[in-house]
């Protein structure tokens, strides 16, 4: 298959992308990584009337640390993220999850902001991202604006980005090197869409009850879902079977998951709450290594 006819532009600066986008926004698609708009366009899926290519935008690839934040360039690389020492020391869970992205060839050229942007209910860097209450930072000529990730990720294949505006960095907020985190998800084949998943964190005190947890789970609604009730469970809990069990539990309930050929609502809700389950168990491990 081929595309549908278009017009390309490739701007080299951030303010040239922005001013394509003001001009043509309604009519155009933004090409980052392009590992999931290729192939819409290929089976026309997807048919729009010009592509503005930003991989000549060098600005928006970058990893920082500022004010103890890491901060990504929407143009920075899955690959770039999952051999960052950066990204490792400070958020560990964003490492664990890209190495769950598709192949080495997709995470080659897939890039952050192209994921979020393409807010697919599977994918493992909205949910990771979720769990880390990151924030998004958006462009349009009229000026900048940031976003939390539950106002962000709107439903499925759906963002709060306005047809001009442009994903220029997302912001992971510090870390304390003391939580436990780990993501965990299952799909029939490494490399394909996960029919459930779960990221989370969890920062033991001294006594070692749970101080704060956070629990987000992939392919379980049209967008990631906080599982927010069993957070509260855990909090101020002792971390055991018991109690990882009990907000396993309680992280599922109220789930209406998709039925499709790979599962039944039911399935996926027991998938959910089996993923949920093995995430707690490894990140509460984790913590205690970390408190000693």
Request: negative net charge; proline residues 4%; aromatic residues 4%.
């Amino acid at each position: 298959m081929k595309p549908a006819q278009f017009e390309y532009d490739d701007p080299q600066t951030l303010d040239e992308a922005l001013e394509l986008l003001a001009r043509h926004g309604d009519d155009c698609k933004v090409l980052a990584g392009g590992q999931s708009l290729v192939p819409l366009m290929n089976f026309r899926l997807a048919r729009p009337g010009r592509l503005i290519d930003i991989n000549g935008v060098a600005s928006l690839s970058h990893i920082t640390s500022e004010s103890g934040r890491l901060v990504i360039g929407a143009m920075t690389r899955h690959v770039e993220l999952e051999r960052s020492t950066e990204v490792a020391r400070q958020s560990p869970l964003l490492t664990e999850a890209i190495g769950w992205v598709g192949h080495s060839q997709i995470r080659s050229r897939g890039t952050i902001g192209g994921s979020v942007a393409h807010a697919d209910p599977a994918a493992e860097l909205p949910a990771a991202l979720a769990a880390l209450d990151a924030t998004f930072h958006m462009r349009s000529k009229q000026g900048a604006r940031v976003l939390g990730w539950k106002q962000f990720f709107v439903s499925e294949f759906t963002t709060a980005l306005a047809p001009d505006e442009l994903v220029t960095a997302v912001q992971v907020p510090d870390q304390d090197p003391s939580t436990g985190t780990a993501f965990v998800e299952y799909a029939r084949r490494h490399g394909d869409f996960a029919l459930g998943g779960a990221a989370v964190t969890i920062k033991l005190g001294r006594d070692g009850r749970c101080e704060n947890a956070t629990i987000a789970l992939l392919s379980a609604g049209p967008a990631p879902v906080r599982a927010e009730a069993a957070e509260k469970q855990l909090r101020g809990a002792r971390i055991d079977e018991s109690s990882i069990h009990a907000a396993s539990v309680e992280a599922v309930k109220g789930l209406h998951p998709t039925t499709d050929l790979h599962g039944s609502t039911e399935y996926r809700v027991g998938l959910l709450q089996t993923m949920t389950e093995r995430a707690l168990t490894k990140a509460a491990e984790r913590a205690r290594s970390m408190t000693g």
